[in-house]
């Protein structure tokens, strides 16, 4: 059981937060984090790189100089891959590197990263995050007062407020996400993670509906199989 400070804009301490990471993931896998991790970053992959094969080479495609009395090595035409200006023996072509984890592991490596941050002491809470118009100069200082300031830091919120974001987006290293959009890679990058109450709150709810879910889906899973097999019996 973990029992985080809450503080507030000043940095002083206003409360404490209980959360047990089990709850959040009973485990954590290295090995699905890394895969986690491995496909977001291969999916950000353009996959536009191409080279010219020896067929799409420009130039004289006669052989260059007699096959044998010159002393020197047989050779071939100019868009030979051995030669230089020659094209590519294995030649780069375009493609997708796009491929998708099932739907449940994303959704387990996104709680698993969650828990092991708080795990690792690496997440601060704060009560509120608000400003009444965008202020870079507001956050800057409250990084400060928090002393998570001159580090990578993801800044996790329950919903979507343009003045947080604006107010966000110009320091370096720092950007900011609603609960909802979080996943293994965005939580495990930065060196450390700020986040509300409320949006802790609404990350525990959405796991915990998650884990409803699933329950109800083995409960029909199970039912099914049983009028399956009772099916068959009657049938003997």
């Known amino acids: 059981m973990a ?10 301490e206003v409360g404490s ?3 047990d990471p089990a709850q959040l993931a009973p485990r954590i896998s290295k090995q ?9 970053q291969t999916n950000r992959r353009q996959g536009s790189a191409k080279t010219k094969s020896r067929a799409e080479v420009v130039g004289n495609r006669s052989k260059m100089y007699r096959q044998k009395g010159t ?3 047989r050779a071939g035409s100019r868009q030979s891959g051995i030669r230089r200006g020659g094209g590519h023996i294995f030649a780069k072509r375009p493609r997708d590197w796009h491929y998708r984890l099932p739907k449940k592991a994303v959704r ?3 709680r698993m990263a969650v828990a092991s ?3 690792d002491d690496e997440v601060t809470l704060i009560d509120e995050l608000k400003f009444e118009q965008p202020k870079t100069r507001e956050m800057t200082a409250i990084l400060e007062a928090l002393k998570i300031d001159g580090q990578t830091l ?3 919120v329950d919903g979507y407020d343009p003045n947080v974001y604006l107010s966000v987006r110009n320091l370096a290293g720092v950007s900011v996400l609603p609960v909802a959009e979080l996943n293994a890679l965005n939580v495990l990058a930065p060196r450390r993670l700020l986040m509300t109450t409320a949006a802790l709150d609404a990350f525990r709810e959405k ?3 998650a884990k409803s879910q699933a329950a109800g889906e083995e409960e029909t899973q199970a039912a099914v199989e049983g009028n399956a097999d009772a099916l068959d019996e009657s049938k003997e």
């Open 3 to 12: 029992n985080l400070p809450i503080y507030d804009r000043t940095g002083a």
């Open 207 to 209: 796991v915990a509906g």
């Open 117 to 119: 941050k708080i795990a």
């Open 154 to 156: 993801l800044v996790a």
């Open 17 to 19: 937060y209980e959360i």
């Open 71 to 73: 002393g020197r090595a």
């Open 108 to 110: 387990l490596a996104t």
């Open 32 to 40: 699905l984090l890394h895969d986690a991790v491995v496909m977001y």
